[in-house]
DNA sequence: CCCTTTATTTGAATTATTCAAAAATAGAGA
DNA sequence: TCTCTATTTTTGAATAATTCAAATAAAGGG
């Protein structure tokens, strides 16, 4: 079978996060890589494409592992089912649009950074600071109103 | 019946807010108040108490139309069933355990109501910057390990 | 006090996700 | 390369959170 770069990088994240290669979790990196944000069903269908059969249980399963070893983040904004994405570990957030789900990669917070630490943190111990803007996108600011 | 200061106020909110009063309203909004990050579940019963028979699509009713009107507040945190509160207005912000779900409010240093700004809007009509702080509560940081 | 609108109950459905046992497969070691 | 075992995937079913819809009950203006 032949084997793009991108391949050969997946396996090699497996590999290193001690996880057996296989079609599934090499088609759901890939998949993830190219839809930032996608959800279960929309990975779902689409490996069933790849591989034929493939059950929806099978796609909780690769998407729960990857993210359980660090190869996929997890987003779960109110009132959307999960998605995922493979920016990791940077600092980067998102924009949604609270009429249509529309969601952006925002890279930072600009301004009152003041915002991004607790006033009290309760002797917690902390490791993330997840911050999601919601409004109106463009479309959305137009037809809400509509019958 | 007696009414209560606190049962006063409520009365006018729900009247300022074209709700009809009822008995569930009244004592949802109590029990919030009372009871920060209160669940569904959790309200559900408290109602059943005060109110015998109850139903819980009558709590999803109620707690619907409160949030609609802006009486009520609701998160959903990642993981976690949806939650209410009386705070409402502020730029309040959330501490939560990724462990065992306990949950605090944090105080924004800063004030507005997005207390941040995307760097890039999208051309959206913001309305809110959500924070959550994700980390290991005191107890679930000696307790996390154990068998 | 009546009438109409709005709430609530009753009963059922839907969506997102997980659990568990059986069958299949990856890949380390002989 | 073949075999064996642990891991993965399928198959079948269950659960949790929430919503929908029709029938009944109650609020509150006239």
Redo the contacts between chains.
Sequence with gaps: MPTTPADTDSRALLRDAGLRITGLRLSALDLVEAHPHATVDHIFSNLQMKHAGTSIQATYNVLNDLHGAGLLR???P??SPARFERRIGDNH?H?I??SCGEL?D???????A?????????????????????????KC?TTTTNP
Excluded: K, N, T
């Excluded at 925002?106 to 009152?112: M, Q």
């Excluded at 003041?114 to 996108?137: K, R, T, Y």
């Design positions: 997890r987003i779960e109110a009132g957030h924009l649009c609270r952006h925002i890279d930072c917070a600009v301004g009152e003041p915002c991004l630490v607790p006033s009290d943190s309760h002797d917690f111990i902390l490791d993330e600071a997840e911050v999601v803007f919601w409004g109106l996108c463009p600011q």
